[in-house]
């Protein structure tokens, strides 16, 4: 497997799972280990940015987009935060992630020649997010509109 493959393939499935992460959460399915999880997966793909494409220096990263950097190191820190904070905290640091997140991912495979093939990808997980989130909650869920995990009530 090639770096780019491994780096880029680490950045899909990082904006798939805060995709999934972020519309659970709109409608109310929280889960604090499926954070964490976009977080680990997320770290590797900027682990790999900073060693594969930019060979861990910041003015080359700068170089090629201050945009990006901003939108790359911004998102990181609130997916941090986001794996650290409780609720309700958590959940406004993944909307604002996956916000983020979508500034830079969906613009970027059509101004790189090289992430060109994530074009279909991207633009297809965030189409389908997008539609998901725009669902109404459903109504008749019961006495417990609020769900979460073991470990959200564990962080709380």
Same mark, same amino acid.
């Given at each position: 497997m090639s770096n780019d493959a491994l780096t880029f393939g680490l950045s899909l499935a990082a904006f798939a799972l805060l995709a999934l992460d972020a519309t659970r959460r709109r409608h109310r399915r929280r889960s604090a280990l499926l954070t964490r999880l976009v977080a680990v #997966?997320? /770290?590797a793909h900027i682990l790999c940015v900073w060693a594969f494409r930019f060979g861990w220096s910041a003015a080359a990263m700068w170089e090629k987009s201050p945009f990006? !950097?901003?939108v790359f190191h911004g998102a990181a820190a609130t997916l941090g935060l986001a794996s650290i904070v409780s609720e309700p905290h958590r959940t406004r640091c993944v909307l604002a /992630? !996956?916000?983020? #997140?979508c500034a830079?991912? #969906?613009?970027?495979? !059509?101004?790189?020649d090289e992430i060109a093939w994530m074009r279909a990808p991207v633009v297809g997980i965030f189409v389908a997010a997008a539609a998901v989130m725009l669902l109404p909650n459903r109504a008749?869920?019961?006495a417990n509109t609020e769900r979460s995990t073991s470990a959200d009530a564990a962080d709380a």
């Open positions: #997966v997320a /770290a990006a !950097f901003v /992630a !996956f916000a983020i #997140v830079g991912a #969906v613009p970027a495979p !059509f101004r790189y008749n869920r019961g």
